[in-house]
């Protein structure tokens, strides 16, 4: 994961293998191609490059190549918002000076928390590793499977591909094991070197079948905004907005809050689990008073 050229390499490859000369705009001439999707002279072509300048990106050189020539192949090659993104970040990755991002934090400042503390809807800080590094008590009940899992750091990625309660808890399981697969594959972008992120990426490949077949994928995906359909153990069915916020002053972390609609089922179902997360706080401190 740390060859930054071989991650060059495969995107752009795999990338090329999915445009069609009909969604180019070329004509197809026979029906015997040899590759899938655009040959490289066609990328080439289109991008407005030399055939041997194309070859040697697509080879994982992308070091030295201009803004245009990388905005020319992110139109040829039909890329969205997230893989045009990621196209950058890999360039950034290849120049001579890479800029290392500071080594994650495992804690997050007081002022942070006291954010936190302050929503009344469950929310919580992560990292691009999807490390869960701070929460509010109703993110820890809405997340209770997740925070279950003996395994440290709490990180959802890891939840979902190597916990079988995972298939019960997120309703649209597959869609889910998508969407957090290529977002880590995103932060693969940004920050190759980070030794915690590649030893999670191997112990991923390792343990789950599944995690390599959508890892090879190579898909790339910002995580803003949209529907995450639970099963909470206690409360059941859960139809939850959420937003996803970077934070200015903690370069890397991102705030994300879970909300429903008022009057909704799932509004009723976050205050009956908000019952359940005072009751679930209040019993420690009731058993270490009789204790005593």
Do not use: C
């Not at 997120?170 to 693969?188: F, G, K, P, T």
């Amino acid at each position: 994961m740390g060859d930054v050229r071989n991650e060059v390499r495969e995107f752009l490859s795999s990338r090329r293998a999915r445009i069609t000369p009909q969604d180019a705009g070329l004509p197809a001439y026979g029906g015997n191609r040899r590759v899938p999707g655009l040959r490289r002279e066609e990328v080439a072509m289109l991008a407005g490059v030399s055939v041997d300048y194309y070859v040697r990106l697509e080879r994982g050189n992308l070091a030295g190549a201009s803004e245009s020539v990388l905005d020319a192949l992110a139109s040829t090659l039909k890329l969205d918002d997230a893989e045009r993104q990621h196209l950058f970040d890999l360039a950034r990755a290849s120049g001579p000076t890479r800029p290392r991002r500071a080594r994650a934090t495992s804690a997050v400042r007081p002022a942070v928390q006291q954010v936190l503390d302050a929503i009344d809807s469950p929310a919580w800080v992560r990292n691009g590793r999807h490390d869960i590094l701070a929460t509010n008590r109703m993110g820890r009940a809405l997340y209770a499977p997740v925070f279950d899992d003996p395994r440290r750091p709490v990180n959802t990625t890891r939840f979902a591909y190597l916990n079988p309660a995972a298939r019960v808890f997120w309703r649209d399981y597959d869609q889910i094991a998508n969407d957090a697969a290529a977002m880590l594959r995103m932060e693969v972008g940004s920050n190759p070197h980070d030794p915690d992120l590649i030893a999670l990426v191997g112990e991923l490949s390792m343990q789950s079948e599944l995690f390599r077949q959508r890892w090879a994928s190579r898909d790339v995906m910002f995580h803003r905004s949209g529907r995450k359909r639970l099963h909470h153990p206690v409360v059941g069915d859960l139809d939850l907005d959420y937003e996803s916020m970077e934070l200015p002053s903690e370069p890397g972390l991102v705030l994300n809050v879970y909300t429903a609609a008022a009057g909704s089922p799932t509004a009723d179902a976050l205050r009956m689990l908000a019952s359940w997360a005072a009751t679930q706080e209040a019993t420690p401190a009731a058993e270490a008073v009789s204790e005593r």
